[in-house]
């Protein structure tokens, strides 16, 4: 919220000449700064959990704020260059609204993280802890052995999502098991 109002008022602001206003090209360059910072301070608090093997009930808080913080930048920037400023008299932002996507990837990404350890954990607890089918949670999150979930960029996509699919289909025996002792 003061970071909101911070950046409405720099883009408010006039200078001695009336005509001076808080260049477009600037704002977008200071969103990417803070967007760029704000994701490097979610990796490295998150960089230092295992975040496959910690215990889920108090590493699912962490992912979730994580996962909102950056999402809520993401809808800062976009609220501020296409709600407020859009008809702002006098200076108008010009253009398709900003995007911070990198930060938008991330809080999905981390989103990702949560839907997979809470369907892990939800398995885990729906199954019998003595069936002789339970995979330990070293073979299941094994596909993700190598790869850094907390990076995220258009060439790390592909093996994340060979890594999710090979994640989910170690599930699947599970699943079937449970779907079998429900009937």
Not at 42 to 52: E, F, H, I, T
Not at 140 to 161: K, S
Request: glycine share 6%.
């Amino acid at each position: 919220e003061a970071t909101h109002d911070a950046l409405h008022a720099a883009w408010s602001a006039r200078g001695a000449r009336r005509d001076a206003v808080y260049p477009q090209a600037r704002m977008a360059h200071v969103f990417d700064v803070i967007g760029g910072a704000l994701s490097r301070c979610v990796q490295k608090k998150l960089g230092a959990r295992a975040l496959w093997t910690d215990a889920f009930a108090e590493l699912r808080a962490e992912l979730a704020s994580a996962a909102e913080l950056c999402a809520r930048w993401a809808r800062t920037c976009e609220e501020l260059s296409e709600g407020y400023w859009r008809g702002l008299d006098g200076h108008p932002w010009d253009g398709p609204p900003h995007v911070d996507g990198f930060t938008r990837k991330l809080g999905e990404r981390l989103d990702e993280i949560v839907r997979l350890r809470t369907a892990h954990e939800e398995l885990a607890r729906l199954l019998d802890r003595t069936s002789p089918d339970r995979q330990s949670v070293g073979e299941l999150f094994q596909p993700f052995a190598g790869l850094n979930p907390l990076l995220y960029n258009e060439y790390t996509q592909p093996a994340w999502r060979a890594a999710v699919a090979e994640h989910e289909s170690r599930l699947a025996p599970s699943e079937s098991q449970l779907a079998a002792h429900v009937r």
